[in-house]
């Protein structure tokens, strides 16, 4: 990003970071640009690059841009709150995570432990590359996850994790004006709160 937006002054590093990891943040503005598929190759071309237990890679993104019919079968799923500001976004997509794997020298698929957090990963990639590339990518729990995995065909054997909206930050137009107050990038706990040397301490129970 070239010029930092005003409203990320309420984030501050305590500590020296690469500036992308400060500026990422989920807007639910959106403008009525449409998203190349170029560029949204470019986001998962960065989620392909995430770690994951044994290299397995269990992440899928299953994706529908605005133009396309499918992208009311994937608004469908969120919950009104969501829709009502997701329909603006130029592509909405829903990641998943395969929840066996083979491990190398193996036959049998196993069940993984963390196929979860291995997704989460490529999803970290991918919102950190939209944001470099100056588009925005928010992601949602607030969904009927039953519901997205009948209308998607998604079989048992994957976790349905998070839907994410993409766009390219817009004002807030189309938002009532409780959201629209909202729209801003949040602060974060300071690293004393979650970062311990040692044995897990009584201050992590709070």
Known sequence: MTTQD???RIRVPEHPAERIFVERWS???????SIPITILNTFFEAARWAPSAFNSQPWR???????QSE?????????EFNQGWARHAAALIYLLS???FTPPGK????FSRTHSFDSGAA?????????AAGWAAHAMSGFDADKARDELKVPKTFAVEIAIAVGRKGDSAHLSPTLAQREQPSARSSIEDFVAGGLFPDRFKR
Request: aromatic content about 16%; hydrophobic content about 45%.
């Open 71 to 79: 992208f009311q079968t994937f608004l469908a799923p969120l919950i």
């Open 61 to 67: 993104f299953l994706y529908a841009l605005r133009s």
């Open 98 to 100: 395969r929840k066996d």
């Open 27 to 33: 807007p639910r503005g959106f403008t009525q640009d």
């Open 123 to 131: 999803w970290a990639n991918f919102a950190n590359q939209a944001t």
């Open 6 to 8: 005003p409203a990320l």
């Open 107 to 110: 036959t049998n698929a196993q």
